[in-house]
């Protein structure tokens, strides 16, 4: 089983409306989870860490459901620079510093 | 700071040669990470080290691949000998070490085995 499960996608959405991703992880242990962002073609860059009482920034907010190991990533009002593959992240186990990446969700903003 | 720094970017080479993935992370990183992408798997951590220790190696997948890290500002990953299934984007990451704490990539070797 994968340490990290996601829905692919795509996503096609038009501008201005909200998304969400969601995402599930094996490892009852994780204590550090976090949404990335990859470009195409480019490396995977940090979009935001995800805590237990949900945090939000800007348009995105991030919850996490530790019960049933769910991790979720919300944009409001989708802008064309949205465009890109979202991944989910989680660590290995508490005090762990490997990550586990999801294999992404790709996400395309129509004009 | 550069950010983390990987060469080559792309790497083109024959089934059966060795190929040598660099990988220079940032300074006062304490952690170093390899992953492989592709299309069907999508990010796999292959294998990572802790103050040049290698802590967890059980992502790399099989002999052919072996990773080193002589010093705090350097790694290589090696495939020998390279295989067609082996073509894919290496990415190195780099990060502070702390649990909460952002791991930065480089820019990948795009490598293809053909």
């Known amino acids: 089983r994968k340490e990290v499960e996601q829905d692919p996608g795509p996503f096609n959405v038009p501008e201005g409306a909200t998304v969400a991703f969601n995402c599930t992880y094996s490892?009852?242990?994780?204590?550090?989870f976090f949404w990335y962002r990859q470009d195409c073609r480019k490396e995977p860059k940090l979009l935001m860490s995800?805590?237990?009482s949900g945090n939000e920034d800007g348009r995105f907010t991030a919850q996490l459901n530790r019960a049933s190991q769910y991790i979720s990533l919300l944009i409001r009002d989708s802008k064309l620079s949205d465009s890109a593959t979202y991944l989910c992240?989680?660590?290995?186990?508490?005090?762990?510093?490997?990550?586990?990446f999801g294999t992404g969700t790709r996400l395309t903003v129509i004009p | 700071d550069a950010g983390v720094i990987q060469s080559p970017r792309h790497e083109v080479t024959e089934m059966g040669q060795e190929v040598t993935l660099r990988c220079k992370p940032i300074?006062?990183?304490?952690?170093l990470f390899w992953y492989r992408q592709t299309m069907m798997r999508g990010l796999e951590l292959l294998i990572y080290?802790?103050?040049?220790?290698?802590?967890?190696d059980s992502g790399m997948p099989e002999d052919r691949f072996s990773a080193k890290m002589p010093n705090a500002s350097f790694s290589t990953l090696k495939i020998q000998p390279s295989e067609p299934r082996d073509s894919a984007v290496y990415f190195c990451?780099?990060?502070?070490?702390?649990?909460?704490?952002?791991?930065?990539f480089g820019q990948g070797t795009r490598l293809t085995v053909v």
């Open positions: 990451a780099s990060s502070p070490g702390q649990e909460w704490t952002e791991a930065f």
């Open positions: 490892n009852s242990a994780s204590q550090s």
């Open positions: 995800v805590y237990s």
């Open positions: 992240v989680v660590n290995g186990a508490a005090g762990a510093n490997n990550l586990f």
């Open positions: 300074s006062g990183h304490d952690y």
């Open positions: 080290f802790n103050n040049n220790v290698p802590i967890d």
